[in-house]
């Protein structure tokens, strides 16, 4: 059973590790990718555990999250809510600017309304820029005892 666990954790690291130098080195071009940002922050894993960005993203799904100079509309980003230490992944609904800060608005796509709270850009953990669909399911599941 020992060995399971560390073959499942072994072949789940591969393959996030996989999923990240695609979305790193194949979806954008190299040449715009700056380095020492990444070494600042580098990109981040999350597991997604509800159904709120269905269809986009499912439940299970990893995703891949990097720091952006730029959110807009549509994007879909990770935050932390006010009040919260757990990180939410949505799609920023609408954007506005005033006396020097960015106010997002944000919901989910499998949402009827918008999420309560508004947040600031310092928020914001990073938007999304690479999925495995179900991949957490198996990271999950080679965590548990």
């Not at 020097?100 to 999304?128: L, Y």
Request: a positive charge.
């Amino acid at each position: 059973m020992r060995f399971l666990k560390i073959l499942i954790i072994t072949t789940t690291t591969t393959l996030v590790s996989f999923a990240a130098y695609l979305a790193l080195f194949t979806r954008f071009n190299i040449a715009s990718i700056d380095f020492a940002k990444l070494i600042e922050f580098p990109p981040r894993l999350y597991i997604v555990q509800s159904g709120s960005m269905q269809p986009a993203i499912s439940v299970g799904s990893v995703v891949l999250v990097t720091k952006s100079t730029q959110y807009n509309n549509g994007d879909i980003i990770s935050f932390i809510p006010t009040g919260s230490k757990d990180v939410v992944t949505h799609r920023i609904f609408s954007r506005e600017d005033s006396n020097g800060k960015t106010i997002f608005e944000t919901k989910g796509d499998a949402n009827e309304e918008s999420d309560r709270n508004k947040i600031e850009e310092r928020q914001i953990v990073g938007k999304v820029v690479f999925l495995v669909p179900y991949l957490g399911f198996l990271a999950d599941y080679g965590k548990k005892p």
